[in-house]
């Protein structure tokens, strides 16, 4: 940590955790900073629940430490204290308004009187749900029960803010209201660890990212120098070309390309991006293969969680 910043609100050494004959962490070590968002990311069965669960409180690893405000989690209660956790699945009462919901939360919190009205009305503002105060839980849309999942948590001012899977089943809008609230409680100071498959929002909000699996870290960064040092100049090229045959498949692949995630796409890294592209139309043509669109982008986290997973690249 350079002279003079603050330093981690979130300090995991070395973490390792087994069930049984399961090893689900082989000495994790990661750190997050006041004011800034930190995602988690890994495909699923590398651990990520196990380390949330240790860094919540909710377990104590079997080895290594985990420190939140320089406390343990597990034995110390201001250490808990000091964050808050939207769980994936909402831990929400669904027979009361969202209101109602976030004042029991704030009373649950340790909150009385004015605090509570002041800290629901900033959780509700800061999450765009205050016209659905009213509202009964069970009746708002998935998007909508995110956002009052997220006001819960951050309802006693959390240093540090835990979120598993908060864009899981949302609409666009709720995506970015989403969005927009963790850049402003980053702008006040939180330190926010986002868990999330969720690899645009990650690419877009997060200032490091760290990729496990199967339990070890395997790589961190900031994205956009992660996706530079596997990926330098080098650009995706990726054509539409619908159905293939076999003929037009063995065309393609003789372009270079490679099948792509959606129906009909093929892929392709190119140093001379643009270029490559120009011609690839008239080339796939003259094989008798009708394209309908080429399209030139950078590579994203997405080809980082390929080659990472073994998988093909999210279109």
């Known amino acids: 940590m350079s002279a003079g910043l603050p330093g981690p609100i979130l300090q995991v050494d070395n973490v390792r955790h087994a069930y049984g004959s399961h090893v689900a962490l082989r000495g994790v070590s990661l750190e997050v900073r006041p004011g800034e968002i930190f995602a988690l990311l890994g495909p699923n069965g590398a651990g990520k629940t196990t380390l949330v669960r240790a860094i919540c409180g909710r377990l104590a690893p079997n080895s290594g430490q985990v420190r939140v405000d320089g406390r343990d989690p597990f034995s110390d209660g201001a250490a808990r204290a000091?964050?808050?956790?939207?769980?994936?699945?909402?831990?929400?009462?669904?027979?009361?308004?969202?209101?109602?919901?976030?004042?029991?939360?704030?009373?649950?919190?340790?909150?009385?009187?004015?605090?509570?009205?002041?800290?629901?009305?900033?959780?509700?503002?800061?999450?765009?749900?205050?016209?659905?105060?009213?509202?009964?839980?069970?009746?708002?849309?998935?998007?909508?029960?995110?956002?009052v999942n997220i006001a819960a948590a951050i309802l006693a001012h959390p240093k540090l803010l835990v979120l598993d899977e908060p864009t899981v089943g949302v609409d666009l809008a709720a995506r970015d209201a989403i969005s927009e609230a963790l850049t402003r409680l980053r702008a006040e100071g939180v330190g926010v660890l986002l868990v999330t498959h969720d690899l645009e929002q990650a690419d877009a909000l997060a200032d490091r990212v760290c990729f496990?699996?199967?339990?070890?870290?395997?790589?961190?960064?900031?994205?956009?120098?992660?996706?530079?040092?596997?990926?330098?100049?080098?650009?995706?090229?990726?054509?539409?070309?619908?159905?293939?045959?076999?003929?037009?498949?063995?065309?393609?692949?003789?372009?270079?390309?490679?099948?792509?995630?959606?129906?009909?796409?093929?892929?392709?890294?190119?140093?001379?991006?643009?270029?490559?592209?120009?011609?690839?139309?008239?080339?796939?043509?003259?094989?008798?293969?009708?394209?309908?669109?080429?399209?030139?982008r950078r590579p994203s986290l997405a080809h980082i969680f390929a080659r990472v997973t073994g998988t093909r690249a999210a279109a």
């Not at 976030?102 to 009385?112: D, P, R, W």
């Not at 999450?127 to 839980?137: D, E, K, M, N, Y």
């Not at 994205?223 to 530079?228: E, G, H, K, N, S």
């Not at 080098?234 to 372009?255: I, K």
Request: glycine share 14%; charged share 20%; hydrophobic share 45%.
């Open 212 to 296: 496990i699996r199967a339990g070890e870290k395997v790589l961190q960064g900031a994205p956009a120098a992660l996706v530079a040092d596997a990926y330098g100049e080098r650009l995706e090229v990726e054509v539409d070309v619908g159905e293939a045959g076999a003929d037009q498949q063995a065309g393609l692949v003789a372009e270079g390309l490679a099948p792509g995630e959606a129906p009909g796409a093929w892929v392709c890294l190119a140093s001379d991006g643009y270029a490559f592209a120009a011609g690839l139309a008239g080339r796939l043509a003259a094989r008798g293969i009708d394209v309908r669109e080429v399209r030139v």
């Open 82 to 147: 000091a964050l808050g956790l939207a769980p994936q699945a909402l831990a929400l009462y669904p027979q009361l308004t969202v209101r109602e919901n976030l004042e029991t939360f704030a009373s649950l919190a340790g909150l009385k009187g004015g605090a509570v009205r002041g800290a629901v009305g900033r959780a509700m503002e800061l999450t765009h749900i205050s016209g659905r105060a009213r509202s009964l839980v069970r009746q708002l849309s998935g998007g909508f029960q995110r956002r």
